[in-house]
Each structure stands twice: as C-alpha cells, then as structure tokens.
C-alpha cells in the first residue's frame, strides 16, 4: 500500500530563514501531492499541489519541489515568519479512488522571532 | 457561506456507548470524507462518500459507520465505543472538478473521549 513519509522531528528556524520540509512517498504514479498546513485545534488548510510532471510551484512565499527519482517532494517557506508555525501536512492524491488522500504524519515547524 | 462544519465540538463517551457525528456541507461538493487524527499517526481515512447514497471504507473503517442520505450531509456512528476511538475526528468535502485535483475542505474537528 501507498506511504508518505515526513519528518516527524520538529524544525526550529530563526525568523528571516528559510524553512524546508521533507516528504517521501512509495512508488506510485501519477503521483500528485498536496500540502496542508494546520493549526493547533484546527482543521488543516490546503496551500499548494504539485503534479509528478511539475518541477516547482510558487505561491508567494511558499515554493514546492518534486523529484520523482527521489520520490521526494520538499516544501519551502522563505523569509519565515513567527506566523508561519504550524504544522505542514503533506498529502498522496489516490488517483480516480474519489479524491482520497493518504497523509504524512505531519512536520511541526517553529519560528522563533 | 459556512464550508464544513461539524457537530459536536466535544464529548465523552463510556465505553460501549453509541454515538453519532454530523457533517454538513455547503459547498455542494460531491465528495466527503471522515477522518481520525491521532498524535504522532497523522490523518487516517476512516469512511469516504463519492457522492448521495454510497460510501466507501478508508484505511481504518473498523468500529465505524457512515451514512449519506443527502449530499451536504455525512454522519460518522459509533455503535459501542471503545478506549481505542478516543481521538479527534475530522469530516472534509471536495469536488472532482476543482482545479487543484480534489483540494479537500476540513471541519473544525470534533474531540471524543471514551472512558
């Protein structure tokens, strides 16, 4: 069955820094990914996808990666600010099974001012 | 507009108690889903719908039923609860013609424990 894997120990960045996030998956194809990010006691929020045939994605501060060799997509927030501690979830789109998502467990991400 | 909200926020349950979550809608999405998060497990699939009248099991459907008799509405039962369900649980709803491929919408996320 399909995996995705992230980093399960927090990361700790100074604000101004760039944060960077792992997330590997199993073989599987056409791979899309999606990234959420949650709050404490709140449902997750989408922020971005990519497709297996996207190299990168940009919205505003936030940029995606995809390696399909490396079954790999990383997740990058640059100039991070205090507001951007939460934790990011990254997400395996089950192709044609009714948009069904398999979950990392999640990277929780601290910036300290 | 309100997207997805579900009912209750909190409660407890002894063991062997039944329950039932509501999940509702208004997106007029085709999809719904029903999820458990538990720490350090990430969201798990309990039960998805694709659509008024059918569903389907996730990763984790055991102890679980669902039903969809309407489309904005996606209930989750418990027919006798167990320690091992204490959990917060999540509904979500997405449509297959969105343009980010099924971006799903969460629920604020009901808190259970069972005594």
């Known amino acids: 069955s399909q995996k995705i894997e992230q980093n399960s120990e927090a990361l700790n960045i100074q604000e101004g820094k760039t944060a960077t996030l792992t997330c590997n998956y199993t073989n599987y194809s056409p791979a899309y990914l999606q990234w959420y990010r949650q709050d404490p006691g709140r449902g997750p929020v989408f922020l971005l996808l990519?497709?297996?045939?996207?190299k990168e994605k940009r919205k505003e501060r936030l940029k995606v990666t995809f390696d399909t060799t490396l079954k790999q997509s990383l997740f990058h927030i640059t100039a991070s600010q205090p507001a951007d501690s939460a934790t990011y979830l990254c997400a395996l789109l089950i192709y044609n099974q009714g948009g069904k998502l398999i979950f990392g467990q999640g990277t929780e991400l601290s910036v300290k001012p | 507009n309100a997207g997805v909200t579900q009912t209750p926020k909190f409660r407890v349950l002894k063991t062997g108690q039944s329950m039932t979550l509501l999940c509702a809608q208004d997106?007029?999405?085709?999809?719904m889903y029903w999820y458990r998060q538990d720490p350090g497990m990430g969201l798990r699939l309990i039960h998805y719908?694709?659509?008024?009248?059918?569903?389907a099991k996730g990763e984790v459907p055991d102890g679980y039923n669902v039903s969809r008799l309407k489309k904005q509405n996606f209930l989750l039962g418990l027919e006798s609860a167990a320690p091992s369900q204490t959990s917060v649980y999540f509904c979500a709803s997405s449509s297959p013609l969105s343009g980010a491929y099924n971006e799903q919408f969460f629920g604020p996320g009901t808190r259970l424990t069972v005594l």
């Open positions: 997106m007029n999405h085709e999809y």
């Open positions: 990519i497709r297996e045939n996207e």
């Open positions: 719908s694709v659509g008024e009248g059918t569903t």
